[in-house]
């Protein structure tokens, strides 16, 4: 797996991030069926801990045309590091990933992560507060 990262952009063979003009982190999928592992989330992590200009961070997950589906080890390395002052916002246009976040997320209760089918309904949810 090739990662690149510059000042403000990060970029593997499974996702690009990078930070728009609010601070959102805005993480893209690509259209890869790659598995998104724990390796890929510990690096986007890192990323966004070195790059956040608060205590705090949102993030807006765009899977929209991706077939990388999360492992069991990234959904465990998630609720391990989710914290409650972070927002995340999920754009899932596929029902196998959809499911999968809604059973997860309904199991242990994130109340500052919700799922979206649009870009600018997470966007909207995410800039309150």
Not at 18 to 31: P, W
Not at 32 to 54: C, G, M
Not at 113 to 118: L, Y
């Amino acid at each position: 797996m090739s990662k690149s990262t510059n000042t403000n952009r990060y970029e593997s063979d499974i996702s690009t991030i990078h930070i728009n003009e609010e601070g959102i982190f805005i993480v893209r999928l690509k259209n890869t069926n790659l598995p998104y592992d724990v390796k890929e989330i510990s690096a986007q992590l890192v990323f966004i801990l070195q790059h956040r200009t608060d205590d705090f961070h949102k993030v807006i997950l765009d899977t929209r045309g991706s077939l990388a589906l999360p492992t069991d080890e990234t959904i465990d390395h998630f609720q391990k590091h989710n914290k409650l002052e972070n927002k995340y916002a999920l754009v899932i246009d596929n029902l196998p990933m959809e499911l999968m976040l809604r059973f997860t997320l309904h199991k242990n209760s994130f109340s500052n992560t919700k799922i979206f089918r649009s870009f600018d309904s997470a966007k909207d949810w995410i800039m309150k507060d």
